[in-house]
């Protein structure tokens, strides 16, 4: 059974940094037909996608936010890891991960997401 | 950046009715690389289609997807009260991922 969860701060101070933990289980994150994304969702808006991570370590990020993402992976851990520095209220969001097989261009698992709310 | 457009922002609809929801593409987008996703409130989205017309496993065949090219769109052939959700279409092709700005199938 494939799952995703996310973990991490439930409140951020605007200017602190963000790190948000995806823990996976039901498959391996050095399997290279799988990668794992970052997709955030401000309260009532649209999805929005972040960055992704393969089993290579190939990585690609938001355009917009490519200055403040960082992602990585402990295959060991099962675990997926995003980092978002300089935080601010407009970053106030449902953060999800999700699976997107390597082969593949859609999002077939999704974690369960966690709100992280900025505010001093 | 492929920029994709949903319309119409709100459907208000009966059970029973047909929905079609469309999703525009600012450049030509492989069928192969769309693909159509269901949210509801307090949940995380859950993949419909892919490849612009396949349904994800466990999906009703009430649920179709078709398009090509700049223009695709998802069908509900009959609505059921568990379908009134709002719909995202997203988009993987040569560039990032992108996701439309969704649209909401709401109880008439």
């Known amino acids: 059974q494939v799952t995703l969860k996310e973990s991490g701060p439930v409140l951020v101070k605007p200017t602190e940094t963000l790190t948000l933990t995806c823990t996976v289980s039901?498959?391996?994150?050095?399997?290279?037909?799988?990668?794992v994304s970052w997709i955030r969702q401000p309260p009532g808006k649209a999805l929005e996608w972040l960055a992704h991570?393969?089993?290579?370590?190939?990585?690609s990020y938001s355009t917009s936010l490519k200055s403040r993402l960082t992602i990585s992976k402990d295959t060991s851990k099962s675990q997926v890891v995003l980092t978002m520095t300089n935080m601010d209220p407009v970053d106030t969001a449902t953060y999800y991960c999700?699976?997107?097989?390597?082969?593949?261009?859609?999002?077939?698992?999704w974690g369960q997401g966690t709100l992280v709310t900025v505010s001093s | 950046e492929i920029v994709l457009t949903q319309s119409p922002g709100t459907l208000s609809l009966s059970p029973g009715e047909r929905a079609t929801l469309s999703c525009r593409a600012s450049?030509?987008?492989?069928?192969?690389?769309l693909a159509w996703y269901q949210q509801k409130p307090g949940q995380a989205p859950r993949l419909l289609i892919y490849?612009?017309?396949s349904r994800a496993t466990g999906i009703p065949d009430r649920f179709s997807g078709s398009g090509s090219g700049t223009d695709f769109t998802l069908t509900i052939s009959r609505l059921e009260p568990e379908d009134f959700a709002v719909y995202y279409c997203?988009?993987?092709?040569?560039?990032?991922?992108?996701f439309g700005g969704g649209t909401k199938v709401e109880i008439k």
């Open positions: 999700a699976r997107i097989p390597t082969s593949s261009s859609w999002y077939d698992y």
């Open positions: 490849g612009a017309s």
């Open positions: 039901g498959f391996s994150l050095s399997n290279a037909r799988m990668g």
């Open positions: 997203q988009q993987y092709g040569s560039s990032l991922p992108t």
């Open positions: 450049q030509s987008v492989s069928s192969s690389y």
């Open positions: 991570i393969f089993s290579n370590d190939e990585k």
